[in-house]
């Protein structure tokens, strides 16, 4: 009877499904005299902290003791690498990040007490998008690099090119279960705490160094987290943090539990990313050659947002070969929660990113978009980008065939087809993608794990791994392989919570391997205990220790069906023969390095493979849309469980279709998480639910050198769900005549509305509205503020060149205390626009010199500039700076010339010149945005 | 965990699990959530404290149509003295002796909990569906459209739903052969519930600091969320007064206080009554969930007066007046000169809401549409009620359209109602109508959707009705 491969369920569904399974807060009654921690947050993105006095909150009933930077013993610090995260900053680096914390008898105390504290602050400029950050130099980290072969000359060979770029959403990890820390002082002077974290050795570190104590002294035990999908990787360490810091001082239990509205507000969320790039490809739609540059939005610190540029970069290929590619990423600092690991770790982002690309080649060819996939599969035989062997690469094309055989997609796009055909205003789209995901942690050191596995006389067993569990099956694994190892029952084996005391310097449960490394350390550990137990089994058998086996309970001798020794005997026998009953275990992945100066290495132990087919159906009235049939061939190995690899497939998929289209993080002008809440803020709930879910795992896997020969499956399915939004873009298309379909991410029923609309019903009733200027009639602030949003957008839509959009979704934020505020909500409207909505701003500008084509207003701003008034040369060299300029950036020269003489002009173009293209994008923006400033000026008063 | 000791003494009791349960001087807005947590029953769990996520749903016994049932509803929006005379149960009921109940075993075969943080509350929601009198045939997955979850995609859950047969015999399903505990009147500090509407009258006059509170699915989420503190609550639930439902020859009167589960049911059941209109079965499913459903009341949707609600433009195009009772007695107004401003209502002080009243006919072919970021539970960008009748030569006789999230009150689009007017109903004059809508809507822009995209859906949604009409008459 095997264990391993048995579909068993959760390990803990029991107790899920009765209440009785505990998580961190569950255990807050059993702690009496309990403190409850609440902050005191900033209201500004970025500020100084001029003054703070936490002593008034002391007067307010119930507060027992409030916590400063004069409170820490240690280092006041919780950044895991760098140490850029002070826990009370003198500088605020991002909306409501804590300054100090108030401990109460119940909450309500705390936060009264926390209303109390008096904080003196003097607000900075705060850099609040990928744009602002660009243009501002603002970066953690980066360009980074991996490159292969000469990308410029192999585009510049091909006879197709393209280029583009597409802005990603973040993602907010919504583990149900919000960050909660509970901490006390121990009976010999130590700190224990309770924490929800995904990393319990890095929160004990952290909170020895805040205490200034070595780590023996610290015990972070976890009992299992309500989720936590990344986002309790390191961003689990302040909360707990704080919470040691508390009974530290007070002597007293203390609880830190961020509900959720504060939870959204302070911690780090999936990377938004901004992806420019240039591919070559042939007439068939094979790529030649790609440039892909890659900027994330980091958020204040720098948090894990290195490794997962790198990882973003390593899955720039995805399933497909890239002759010839430069990949290079930045991660920029803004003033925002600090972005985090979450489920995919930047891999989803970069896969998105040759998605968009092959879709775009697709639909530049008019080719079907899977065909043009498939021509550009990895072969057997060829390596990555970055040097390492795609194993199994044919499995890409296995997967590939059998899902399109089984989803009936061939017969499917002709049913499509006709119910397009009869359908004027709802299209269905149906589209198939594939994934490739690497396994192991990027930075190799992780890849390593150890057990202790205990034996008592009555034969039951403890099993203790360095893994943390939120619900991804990992101790239900773990105890499979234990059990078919020493051939017991589920129940003779308890599964512990992790506890820094039990297994030191674990890895943080993370980059889908926790079951490859902790369940090969217990399998470790557990073939000790065998070797161990074999010559006593074998003298009470009367066989030889090599052919002693152990199963079901029992020991017995191989072929030898009648004889049988329980288990439970072995063991008492072994204790009185004085053979130590406990193991500990270890493991770390063979074979893997990357070397991150050269780009070059092979930093994954193996490949998982995937595909997903995805039908929707769209609404051209309101841009909404139904999923409503997924189909998956997925490769989870040889499967250890398979109701818990079926539901992280199943569970990935659907988290990874949240991101791409309900879930949209959005943050206000003020640098505030605008959708900070679970009514602003939406999962996917049951209506994201396809009606038919179909899933398989491809057979016949089995991966060596690999636990039981499974892979591993909790990150790769994410990615699946790009099959979604490929399938929604098919569907928009259709309501058009053909092109390319640009579609930012996430694809919001709004987003789906305009590309329908651009694509189909480019006639609407909006045109011709409010393309008015600076010339127009003057007005005042406050006629201004009290302007319905046509009359807003009549008067100040030719504030940004042609583009009265701009105008149209500033005119929310009324009122506006100055010009100022007004000029900077245009502004953020501009830098929250899609790429191709700036582009089309920078490109509605009048050509410099070209007066023909100018709008009123231009054409008197360009007159005084002494531009009529050029010697024959100038005209020629600025004719010939301006046709080189068109030529490399594909826009008009933008100058705010106001001020500057013809000469200042020609100057700036050659310099500008000299840019790189998203440098020059970013400067021109900022021009545009300086010329909008002159043209406020004249029209409000 | 510990609560805030109050300082007057404030004594709520209830049947918590079949067992008489008292809450004694805690501060009136603790919520039930936080009181069962504090009691040691943390099954029920926090996810966001607003009544959208159902990790902390219970189950309160009470009479339905069909017969008695178990409601599901969120702890997390009750007030404590809200619970005053229930009887609730949670999940840490439902297993006996070290066995699970049917429910809680197929979530267990059907790998239906991964973190497991959701569990309990799709477990109440279910275990409510399994035992929910007059159910015939396999649960119903979408009973549980009010609990989300971040681990599993639903796919299992929704098998284990369907894999439920009829309540298993038992103490659960024999508790459902009586009826359901009498709310009675509860008076403590800070909060009352009155038997009648005239005690009702006399508690509001003698409290000018006093809110009403219905099924609490708004008030509650601002004392959780925004720490509003309310210094004194009356609950609209036991009065009858607000909770009839009549049909006569002049229309529906539908209480203010009924819940949305409620009305659905009755009307359903009320052979008099005229037919559910279409535009009520478009309704329903897209108010919010099924929890929010048996707690939240039209009462409290209008008083709000959110200008995002749902239940303004599907009454605004159905004529609705609303009853009204005050000071001075009872007055009737027109639903369309209800809403005054930005959350502000023709409501006087001291006066409440009564009932709503739908006049006959109900316009046959009035349809309700929402677009929301999420298709279903997900607060409106817009939200539209088109109601249009065509005199026998295919002349609009009387045009209603209604809308919310164009403006700061929902409202009804009259200068478009006036340009087809005794038009012929069709693409014409839906651009006719259009265009004004066009020119004379000023929504806003905000994260739920920008100011071009709102304006650009309420013409969107008309032509869309228009379209399916024309799609049905050619079926
Ligand atoms: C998760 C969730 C989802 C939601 N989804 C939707 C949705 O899809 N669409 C939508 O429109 N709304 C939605 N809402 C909002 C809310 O549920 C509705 O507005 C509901 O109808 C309010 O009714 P209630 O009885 O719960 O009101 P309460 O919260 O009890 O009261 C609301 C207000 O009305 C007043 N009031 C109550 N009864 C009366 C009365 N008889 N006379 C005068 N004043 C009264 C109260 O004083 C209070 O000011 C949602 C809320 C939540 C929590
Ligand atoms: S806690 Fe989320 S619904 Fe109550
Ligand atoms: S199992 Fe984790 S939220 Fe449902």
Known sequence: ?941 | MALDPHPDTFSVEFLLNGRATCAENLPPHTTLLDFLRSRGLTGAKEGCAEGECGACTVVMVKDRRAGTAYVPVNSCLLFLPMAAGQEIYTVEALAGNGSLSEVQQAMVDYGGSQCGYCTPGFVMSLFAEQHRPGREGPCDPHSMAGNLCRCTGYRPIRDAARELGPAPEGAFRARLANPAPRLVPVSCPGFSRPGTLAECLALMAGHPEARLIAGGTDLVVEANLRQRRFPYLIGVEALEELRVFRASAEGIEIGAGLSFAEIDERWRAMAAAPPVPRAWDDWVPLFASPLIRNRATLGGNLATASPIGDGAPLLLALDARVRIAGPRGERMTPLDSFFLDYRRTALEPGELLVSILLPAPLPAAARFYKAAKRRMDDISTVAACFAIDLDDGGRVLRARLALGGVARVPLRAVEAEEAILGRRWNQDAVRRARDVLARTLHPIGDHRGSAAYRLALAGSLLEKFWWEQQEELAA
């Open chain 1, 1 to 941: 009877m095997k264990i391993a491969g048995q579909p068993v369920p959760h390990e803990s569904a029991h107790g899920h499904a009765t209440g009785e399974a505990l998580y961190t807060d569950d255990l807050a009654g059993r702690f009496p005299r309990l403190l409850h921690a609440w902050p005191v947050l900033a209201p500004h993105a970025h500020a100084l902290v001029t003054a703070l006095d936490a002593a008034p909150a002391l007067a307010e009933p119930g507060v027992a003791a409030t916590l400063t930077a004069a409170d820490v013993p240690g280092e006041a610090d919780s950044g895991a690498n760098r140490h850029d995260e002070p826990l009370f900053p003198s500088e605020v680096m991002y909306h409501r990040q804590p300054v100090a914390w108030v401990l109460g008898e119940t909450l309500e105390a705390a936060q009264r007490g926390a209303a109390r504290v008096s904080v003196e602050w003097q607000p900075l400029p705060a850099v609040l998008t990928i744009a602002d950050a660009i243009a501002a130099g603002s970066f953690h980290a980066g360009p980074l690099h991996l490159r292969r072969g000469d990308a410029a000359a192999a585009m510049k060979a091909s006879p197709h090119r393209l280029q583009g770029e597409l802005a990603i959403g973040g993602q907010e990890h919504f583990y149900l279960e919000t960050q909660c820390a509970i901490a006390w002082l121990d009976e010999s002077g130590g700190v224990v705490i309770e924490s929800s974290t995904q990393h319990p050795s890095e929160t004990q570190e952290v909170v020895g160094r805040v205490l200034g104590l070595p780590r023996h002294q610290v015990t972070v035990e976890c009992l299992r987290m309500g989720g936590a999908f990344g986002g309790k990787e390191v961003q689990a360490n302040p909360w707990a943090a704080i919470a040691a810091l508390g009974a530290w001082k007070t002597r007293r239990p203390v609880r830190v539990r961020l509900p959720r509205a504060l939870d959204m507000a302070l911690t780090g969320k999936r990377h938004p990313f901004l992806a420019r790039f240039e591919a070559g490809f042939d007439g068939e739609g094979r790529l030649q050659g790609a440039a892909i540059a890659l900027y994330s939005d980091g958020g204040w610190s720098l948090d894990l947002s290195e490794p997962v540029m790198w990882r973003a970069m390593f899955h720039a290929d995805n399933a497909y070969f890239l002759p010839a590619v430069e990949v290079a990423g930045t991660v920029c600092r803004t003033h925002k929660t600090s972005q985090t690991a979450f489920r995919g770790f930047g891999g989803p982002q970069g896969m998105l990113v040759i998605e968009e690309i092959l879709d775009r080649v697709a639909r530049t060819l008019s080719l079907a978009p899977e065909l043009v996939r498939e021509r550009n599969f990895y072969r057997e035989g060829q390596t990555t980008h970055y040097g390492q062997p795609v194993k199994d690469a044919a499995r890409i094309a296995t997967i590939w065939r059998r899902l399109q055989a089984s989803s009936g997609f061939r017969e499917r796009r002709q049913e499509i087809a006709r119910f397009n055909a009869a359908h004027p205003h709802c299209k269905r789209g149906i589209a198939i993608t594939p994934v490739k995901f690497g396994i192991s942690f990027t930075a190799t050191f992780f890849n390593q794990a150890g057990a202790l596995v205990l034996i008592y006389r009555d034969g039951s067993v403890q099993v203790n791994h360095g893994g943390t569990e939120m619900g991804q099956g990992l101790a239900t694994k773990v105890r499979q392989i234990a059990a078919e190892s020493l051939g017991l029952p589920l129940q003779a084996l308890r599964m512990m919570p992790a506890r820094t005391d039990k297994v030191p310097n674990t890895s943080a449960t993370a980059a889908s391997a926790s079951t490859d490394l902790n369940g090969a350390a217990v399998a470790d550990a557990c073939r000790q205990l065998r070797a161990r137990l074999a010559p006593i089994a074998g003298a009470m058998l009367g066989c030889p220790p090599e052919a002693v086996r152990f199963a079901g309970g029992e020991a017995f001798s191989e072929g030898d069906l009648v004889q049988r020794v329980p288990f439970a005997q072995v063991v008492e026998a072994a204790y009185r023969q004085r053979v130590a009953l406990f193991a500990q275990g270890y493991y770390r992945t063979p074979g893997i390095h990357f070397d991150q100066k050269t780009g070059r290495g092979e930093p994954f132990h193996y490949f998982a493979y995937g595909a997903a087919v995805a039908e929707v159906e769209v609404d051209g009235f309101t841009g909404g849309h139904r999923v409503l049939r997924v189909d998956i061939l997925h490769d989870v190995g040889e499967s250890l469980s398979p109701l818990i690899d079926r539901g992280q497939v199943e569970g990935g998929f659907i988290q990874g279709l949240g991101w791409l289209t309900v879930e949209e993080l959005l943050w206000d002008a003020e640098g505030r998480v605008a959708t900070n809440s679970a009514s602003t803020y939406k999962l996917p709930a049951w209506s994201e639910l396809p009606e038919v879910f179909e899933v398989a795992f491809l057979e016949q896997a089995a991966e060596p050198g690999v636990i039981c020969g499974s892979k591993a499956v909790g990150e790769p399915p994410l990615m699946l769900a790009i099959a979604a939004r490929e399938a929604i873009r098919e569907a928009i298309a259709a309501f058009g005549v053909g092109g390319v379909v640009a579609l930012d991410s996430p694809a919001t029923p709004e987003r789906i509305f305009w590309a329908v609309e651009r694509g189909a019903r480019r006639a609407g009733f909006r045109r011709g509205r409010g393309a008015g200027g600076g010339s127009g009639p003057r007005v005042t602030l406050a006629e201004v503020n009290g302007l319905a949003c046509e009359r807003f957008v009549g008067s100040l839509g030719g504030v940004f060149e042609q583009s009265p959009w701009v105008a149209e979704r500033a005119w929310w934020r009324r009122p506006f205390g100055d010009v100022d505020a007004l000029h900077a909500a245009m502004r953020f409207q501009v830098a929250a626009a899609t790429r191709a909505e700036q582009l089309a701003l920078l490109r509605a500008h009048p050509d410099l010199g070209a007066r023909a084509a100018m709008s009123a207003t231009s054409a008197g701003e360009q007159a005084g500039a002494g531009l009529d008034r050029l010697t024959p040369d100038e005209f020629a060299r600025l004719q010939r700076l301006n046709a080189r300029y068109r030529e490399k950036f594909t826009f008009p020269f933008i100058l705010a010339v106001k001020g500057s003489t013809k000469h200042d002009i020609l100057v700036a173009l050659e310099r500008r010149l000299e840019n790189g293209v998203e440098e020059e994008f970013q400067e021109a923006l900022l021009q545009v945005y300086r010329i909008a400033r002159f043209r406020l000026e004249e029209s409000v008063t």
